[in-house]
């Protein structure tokens, strides 16, 4: 026989070899053998393109389809129920052809123009990009269930779709582009085994919540009320290594389950309220943020699995672990681990395990209505695949889930997850990483054997970021070229458009959200983002403090503005909201980190103390470039980060859209919330409420006005010592260590907030010195945010304060336009022989 055309790939998650007709010998022998290099679990299917392939009802298969060619598949319903069958693209671009009739197998190949496809033979068909999905109804098999749905003339109700008569159902799948599919048929309301990390496209049907089943039958002894509902079942093959992977609190299991799950909602149809008798409904569809989904988990050894089991609900005593409040703005994902006791999940060391799943709505509507969502699981070992197009998000952001990695020795050696994201040939890719707690890198490589293993590695990738630098290889000159991250930035690495996909992993330890973003065609990007008014960027965000008593704070910050793609300028948003966290002093000493939405988030879940306060700008502050309002409920003689958040929700985009008449947030789908994170401010609290000023004493009846005119004197005269005293320490400790002149200034003026900060973020994760050696002993010592430096703000611009005296210029120059705050004292602290760390304390002056 010829042979294969092309080569295969030797390393993808899927290998296919393809042999074209025609054949030289009357029979054909294949002799097939596997390599691995570590152990798997795999299937193998030889498919003719003069047989179809047989399909099992509820198993989804993994098969490849050339461009042009078509692949035939046959299912034998055995019940009478209506069939979904949903083909889910890894790469490319497969449609989707059924045919009822066996003597009509479906059939598509190329017009009279090279650019025109013609199918015939099929009576159902669904051309959509990327997914496919047809749902065939027993009562009205003509009809169109879904709205991607065509049915040919020629359906006759009477014999298209029978399945009392058990006659097969022809499936067709045809190469619009080569592609790589996973392909599932299903009867409505059928449990549903999932494969790892492939996310399935499913939809909920009628059924009813139950609060007792029967651990011997599975039958349902008490039933409660109807509901819209999918079952879904997860293995996990038994292992050895499937407890721990070694001793430890801290440390990962390699069977640990993560499931994810994400909507499909319509948000632009109307939420409407009806009313009947006493009670009233309030109609929303499944799925949206106003109707939220319910994840339900159980899982069993498979040899103590009773039917009890098999059908979890989020009832009370019919689960072992839930996840509520599932809407198609963000998706949830729930990880199931071992560090929880008591939880769902499940040791495959002796045997395997099975998980089960169901996806239930929680509202009693007038009427059932089915939910669409995809779901997935995997575990940490397995690749998740992130789908090929953006259908739920209109922002071009294609995923967005949480995830989680463990330290996996007792020295907390890096963990490894693994991604594979379909490639798109028209738009470049941008997989972002916004860290919660811990650190994490992002590598990345195409899926053409450039790089040495079947994932990227730290010793072979193409693209490289953390928090320190981000990295691009030519495999050609064999050279990296790196740029650092911005402080304020979340790694990330930008991959250029291609036809294939791209291979991901994400080394390191901790919690955190990733996203993969689509860029338009002219390399911007299609989501939204928040910016500073008058600055447009995010870089900057700093927040000042001013009189602060035991309870409460005044914060003066400049405000955000949303910058619309396609829009000349940032514009501000009605339903843009702000939130300060109050987070105590040590919250700042773990591997959490403050200055990220998904970090703090985490921080208010787990830090004690921790609280939050909702910021209402004044109305008459609205327009303007900075905002001034007060923080109250704060703690008597303490020291606390004050972090704050502005968010432009979904809600918040669609609204700011319609009144621009702007395109990108007003679709179907909601888009995702932006955020914008302020430099975290410490604000150290007085012991008792504060004695009135000596201004306040000056204007007291009979006070008359010298009381104010001597307390500016004596704060100018402070201000002087002050001024004086520090240059004088800075003197002789440069004759004394004679330390360069030039190091010595750029020491003096870095930024005591941030290099505490900083100093405390980086000495919590244990982190190396992250100029990685490229940057001199200085830079390292002098570690300042690149994108904004140490600019304080100062009325309605911001100074670069670049040393001291420059610093204290630059404030006197603008001291009148509003009152302002003054660093009255500077600790100097000896670290090491190598660096030295700054500290302030906080000594509030005001000038009126």
Known sequence: PPSPSPSPPRHSQNNHVYIPATHRMEELLLAIAVYATTDVQCSIVVTDSQAPVLLQLGTPQNHFVELGRMVQFVVYPDDLEDLRVTVTARSGDPDLLISGDPKRVPHCGIGAYSWQVVCGNYTWSSRQFSTDQIILSQDSPCSSVLASTLVDASCAPANSYDPSSHKPVYIGVYGYKAAKF?????????????????????????????????????????????????????????????????????????????????????????????????????????GCACNPLVLA???????????????????????????????????????????????????????????????????????????????????????????????V????????????????????????????????????LVVELEQCHGRTALLAC?????????????????????????????FSRGRDTCTPTASNANPSVRLPRRAGNYLVTASGAGLFTLRVMEMDRNGHSKAPKLVLTGL?????????????????????LRQSRVFLPGARSPSPADLLRYRAVLLPQLAANGTAKMNTPCGLEYLLANAEGAAVVPLVPPPDQTGEDFLTVSVSGLRADSALWVVVLAECDGACLLQLSKRLNSQVCSGSSQCQTQSLVYWPLLVMTPAAPDSPSSEDEGTQPGGGEGGGSSGVVLVVLAILA??????????????????????????????????????????????????????????????????GGDGYSSGNHTTQATSLG????????????????LFGEITVKKKDSKGYSMTRVDEEIDFR
């Open 722 to 787: 002050a001024c004086i005293a520090v240059l004088v320490a800075a003197f002789l400790y440069w004759r004394r260590h004679d330390l360069p002149l030039p190091d010595l200034l750029a020491w003096i003026g870095t930024s005591p907030a941030q290099k505490v900060f900083e100093d405390s973020q980086h000495s919590a994760a244990e982190m190396v010195d992250l100029d990685h050696s490229t940057h001199s002993q200085r830079a390292s010592i002098n570690a300042l945010p690149s994108s």
């Open 446 to 474: 195409p899926d053409d054997n450039s790089c040495s293993a079947v994932v990227p590695t730290l010793a072979s990738w193409a693209y490289f970021s953390d928090d320190a630098r981000t990295c691009s290889h030519s």
């Open 536 to 556: 447009q960027t995010a870089s900057g965000a700093q927040v000042t403090a001013s009189q602060v008593t035991a309870s409460s704070v005044v914060l003066t």
């Open 182 to 286: 996973s392909i599932l048929v299903a009867a409505v309301g059928q449990q549903i085994h999932l494969l790892a990390g492939q996310p399935q496209l499913s939809t909920t049907s009628a059924g009813f919540l139950c609060s007792q089943r029967s651990p011997v039958t599975g039958a349902c002894l008490k039933v409660l009320e109807p509901t819209q509902v999918s079952y879904f079942s997860f293995r996990v093959s038994a292992s050895p290594q499937g407890r721990r992977l070694a001793v430890g609190d801290s440390l990962s299991s390699v069977a640990d389950v993560i499931v994810s799950v994400v909507p499909v909602c319509n948000e632009s149809l109307p939420v409407e309220t009806f009313n009947s008798g006493n009670d009233s409904w309030r109609h929303c569809l499944p």
């Open 393 to 428: 998000y209109p922002d071009g952001i294609k995923a967005a889930s949480l995830d989680l990695i463990a330290a996996s020795g007792a020295l907390s050696a890096p963990g490894q997850h693994f991604y594979e994201l379909c490639g798109q040939p028209e738009e470049d």
């Open 297 to 391: 988990v159980s899982s069993c050894p498979i040899s103590k699995c009773d039917p009890g089991k098999r059908r979890p609900s989020w009832l009370p005593g019919q689960h072992q672990a839930v996840l509520a409040a599932i809407s198609a703005r963000s998706g949830s994902s729930l990880i199931i681990s071992s560090a929880d006791e008591g939880g769902a999940y499940c040791d495959p060391t002796e045997e395997d395990c099975l998980y089960f799943l169901s996806v239930a709505t929680t509202t009693k509507p007038l009427w059932q209505e089915s939910a669409t969502f995809s779901v997935a699981a995997r575990t940490p070992g397995d690749l998740a695949l992130i789908p090929c197009d953006s259908q």
């Open 806 to 821: 420059g610093w204290l210029k630059n404030w006197m120059g603008n001291v009148s336009q509003q009152p302002q705050k």
